[in-house]
């Protein structure tokens, strides 16, 4: 019955196999414990050396040689990783779009105001000049009669 630390929390779990099943996860903090396993399996060549270690997800395991944490899910990650390898989350990131440019806005200038009326005159001129030609028609048939 293989003991598993949970390597986010430190809880102690044992399983009777791992099948990545849900209840393969941290009953604490929800860490999915078949990503770190108790024993590291190792490759026996009959000389004494070990030639090869199976490796899990992350670099939080048995060796830390250079690690950055992810600052989204705080995964142990390699240091030349591009992507986290638990949430995808972007080391290198696209440059954001430049800004467009402003649009200059042309200003239409106001026409200018409308200046109050006058009230100061009468209004319109043509009924004092038709009064003065009348005035002037009578005044010549008068003297003409007279």
């Not at 604490?28 to 060549?45: G, I, K, Y």
């Not at 490796?55 to 992810?70: E, F, I, W």
């Not at 030349?80 to 290198?92: E, L, M, P, T």
Request: hydrophobic residues 40%; glycine residues 6%.
């Amino acid at each position: 019955m293989p003991t598993v630390v949970c390597p986010s929390c430190g809880q102690v779990s044992e399983f009777e196999t791992f099948k990545r099943a849900a209840d393969e996860f941290c009953s604490n903090c929800d860490f999915p414990l078949f990503w770190s396993r108790a024993e590291v399996p190792t490759l026996d060549t009959g000389d004494g050396v070990d030639t090869s270690r199976r490796r899990l997800p992350g670099a939080a395991g048995r060796v830390s040689a250079g690690v950055k944490v992810c600052p989204t899910c705080g995964e142990h990650n390699l240091v030349d990783a591009r992507f986290c390898i638990r949430c995808n989350y972007d080391w290198d990131p696209p440059p954001p779009p430049p800004e467009p440019e402003p649009v200059p806005v042309m200003e239409v200038p106001l026409p200018p105001p409308l200046l109050p009326a006058d009230t100061t005159t009468a209004g319109p001129l043509w009924p004092v000049l038709l009064a003065v030609l009348v005035a002037g028609a009578v005044l010549t048939l008068i003297v003409a009669f007279a």
